[in-house]
């Protein structure tokens, strides 16, 4: 016999599913966005460029692709280590910590993936100037949950 308590865990089991699906769906959507919609001046101000180390852009410069390919490459990858990863989540009633996961992959390993590029380019390459762009290293996060 079904009670009032196992309805609202389903309840609330279906809207963190659905908030789950809202978020990872957000994610393609806005690389697109910035991709295609934005101007090629913008751009260039979100990379994260290791000489001018300006603060901002070690979170934004995980958004912004070098060319179609690039992104197109870490939009499959993403969808194939997410579907996994939430797929497993649902089945092993992990869904609350997929989804804590979600947020500090999306948050903070882009700072985190920047930040560890610059530290190792600068020791290996000391006189060399790189930018850092693309979303694999949240993509690899994600591989790794």
């Known amino acids: 016999m079904s009670t009032d308590k196992d309805h609202i865990d ?34 260039r101000a979100l990379v994260f460029d290791h000489s001018t180390f300006p603060s901002y852009t070690v979170f934004t410069g995980a958004f912004v692709h070098a060319s179609d390919m690039h992104l197109y490459q870490n939009l499959v990858g993403y969808t194939l280590v997410v579907a996994y990863a939430s797929m497993f989540s649902y089945y092993t009633d992990g869904l609350c910590w997929f989804r804590r996961t979600l947020v500090v992959s999306v948050g903070v390993l882009p700072i985190l993936t920047n930040l560890t590029s610059y530290v190792f380019l600068s020791w290996q390459y000391p006189g ?4 850092s762009r693309g979303f694999s290293g949240v993509v690899g996060g994600f591989g790794g949950v």
């Open 10 to 43: 389903t309840e609330q089991t279906n809207r963190a599913k659905r908030d789950v699906l809202i978020g990872l769906v957000t994610l393609p959507v806005l690389l697109l966005v910035v991709h295609f919609g934005l101007p090629e001046s913008l751009h």
């Open 128 to 131: 060399a100037d790189p930018v």
